[in-house]
């Protein structure tokens, strides 16, 4: 287990054990690629507004929203031994887990399903190797205090996507590096209420996608992988692109000599394909959220601001401007506010934008 620390704390990155999520850009930029031309709009809705700072003076800092007004994010504790897991909705936060600092313990995955939540907690043990383990707890206070599922989580690796942990079939899935660090995979799962771990190993290097879709995530090879029926589907792609898909959209990101970002959108068989118009950004490895909007940020004068590229109708929507860290998964997106730490915590339902 002492190799999870590392696959950890490189996901940040999307450098995983080994895995370059992101190939080497060349220098080369693809073909053009005609923009849209469907113009820029300005949402009119109004975001859910959270602070910050919690009533015991912490700052909270949210790893995924279940709706505009409940989250699970982290916080220090009070007196600073400690960091906590929170469930943040109406009243006051709900303590799912706490481990002392000196742990160094980090959250991923956090997924929901069916009004239960389920994560990764990876923290040094006493005797020193970092473990990950698989919690799950229900939203509902009255009906349990988390529980843990398994421990025997592998190389687990996390990419910051939504389908980091995936629940289908009555299970709870991930993938995981081989101890060897073969170009292959691991297929873990358990049952949802625990049990023993099931492993599959696949060649290739993959990651999950929307059920039950993989990415691969080999530089040069970029496909889709069913693992229900075993359909291979490779993907259009230059070699100077790097990219990330679902079954319906996938997003090419190339780098030109100046350092500028190319962003290509496109259905995953390659038709369809057009370019982002400006200097843009993509928020975190999921793309097409909703199968509708790519999340981007883009720099307006002295701010950030955020954008959607509606994939439909190819126009761009104008979310908030003055962003600071932004988040999307699922349905919803999340930023903060605030500088040089947040003050605020803004949250906006996609499928509300006409």
Not at 201 to 210: F, H, K, L, P
Request: hydrophobic share 45%; aromatic share 6%; glycine share 10%.
């Amino acid at each position: 287990m002492g190799r999870a620390r590392p696959l950890i704390a490189l996901a940040a990155a999307l450098v995983v054990g080994g895995w370059l999520l992101f190939s080497p850009a060349s220098r080369d930029a693809p073909p053009a690629v005609a923009p849209s031309g469907a113009g820029t709009v300005t949402a009119t809705l109004q975001p859910g507004v959270t602070p910050a700072r919690l009533a015991d003076g912490t700052i909270y800092t949210p790893l995924l929203y279940l709706d505009t007004g409940t989250s699970v994010g982290t916080a220090p504790s009070a007196d600073g031994t400690a960091e906590r897991l929170l469930l943040r909705g109406a009243g006051a936060p709900r303590e799912l887990r706490s481990v002392p600092k000196e742990r160094f313990p980090q959250w991923l995955g956090v997924t929901l399903d069916e009004g239960i939540l389920y994560w990764a907690e990876s923290s040094a043990t006493a005797a020193g190797p970092y473990e990950t383990r698989l919690w799950r707890a229900p939203v509902a206070p009255a009906a349990g205090p988390p529980v843990a599922v398994t421990a025997d989580t592998g190389g687990i690796v996390f990419f910051d996507s939504q389908y980091d942990l995936v629940v289908a079939e009555g299970r709870l899935h991930w993938v995981a590096a081989t101890p060897d660090d073969a170009p292959k995979t691991e297929l873990r799962s358990v049952a949802v209420g625990g049990g023993a771990v099931t492993t599959q190993v696949i060649e290739g290097r993959y990651r999950w996608s929307a059920w039950p879709w993989l990415m691969s995530v080999d530089p040069g090879a970029p496909a889709l992988l069913n693992r229900t029926d075993g359909q291979r589907r490779p993907v259009p792609a230059t070699a100077a692109e790097t990219m990330l898909c679902t079954p319906e959209w996938c997003r090419a990101i190339a780098e030109t000599a100046s350092g500028r970002n190319l962003i290509d959108v496109m259905h995953a068989d390659g038709s369809d394909r057009r370019r982002l118009p400006g200097d843009l950004n993509a928020i975190g490895v999921d793309v097409g959220l909703l199968d509708r909007f790519e999340l981007l940020t883009g720099v307006e004068g002295e701010s950030l601001r955020l954008l959607a590229y509606d994939l439909p109708t190819g126009r761009t929507i104008v979310l908030a401007g003055e962003v600071g860290v932004v988040t999307a998964k699922a349905h919803l997106v999340w930023w903060s506010t605030g500088n040089p730490e947040p003050t605020d915590w803004h949250v906006l339902d996609l499928r509300r934008l006409a």
